[in-house]
């Protein structure tokens, strides 16, 4: 049996959970988030406590019990205290603006790439070179990040690039004249 997935999450005073067969909806102050896990698990609520629990034996529903247990804790985590990445973009001419859900990014490419912003994302640019991601969920806040990250990835030469903030990037020595 999992150790993480027979850890009960607590509810906090301010989230609401809804559980409709295997799907969980987590609804608190900073917004709503769902998710559909797979039918190896049963997920309950027992005194202000979500409990996930392993239906069968086989080894894919033994992974899936901590897995769900960790990604509903997560879920609640977001929809209490939000996620967010910081990403900052190096280079010259390398910038970034915000024009209403879109965010225009100018990464020395001969056109800017506009990127659309899903629901639930919420992005602020400072500077022209810092950008915050925030939003509850926290694989959607990822994926945007890795999204903006690919666009430019920081090249090991001169570090230019979109890269997040900690992120360490092995610089290479150029070619020497001989």
């Not at 990604?71 to 603006?97: C, H, P, R, Y």
């Amino acid at each position: 049996m999992s150790r993480i997935g027979i850890q009960p999450i607590p509810i906090p005073d301010k989230v609401k959970v809804e559980i409709k067969a295997t799907t969980v909806l987590v609804e608190g102050p900073k917004g709503k988030v769902h998710r559909t896990f797979a039918p190896v698990v049963s997920i309950s609520i027992e005194d202000k406590k979500v409990l996930v629990k392993p239906v069968e034996d086989s080894r894919f529903a033994k992974a899936m019990h901590g897995t769900a247990r960790s990604i509903i804790a997560s879920m609640v985590k977001g929809v209490t205290a939000g996620f967010s990445k910081d990403l900052e973009i190096q280079g010259v001419g390398f910038k970034a603006n915000l024009k209403g859900r879109q965010l225009d990014l100018l990464l020395g490419f001969s056109h800017p790439i506009l990127m659309d912003l899903p629901e639930g994302i919420k992005l602020t640019v400072v500077d022209g070179t810092k950008i915050k991601v925030e939003g509850c969920d926290k694989q959607l806040v990822g994926a945007v990040t890795a999204e903006i990250r690919s666009y430019y990835p920081p090249e090991p030469y001169k570090g230019k690039g979109v890269r997040i903030v900690g992120e360490r990037v092995r610089r290479k020595e150029g070619k020497t004249v001989a």
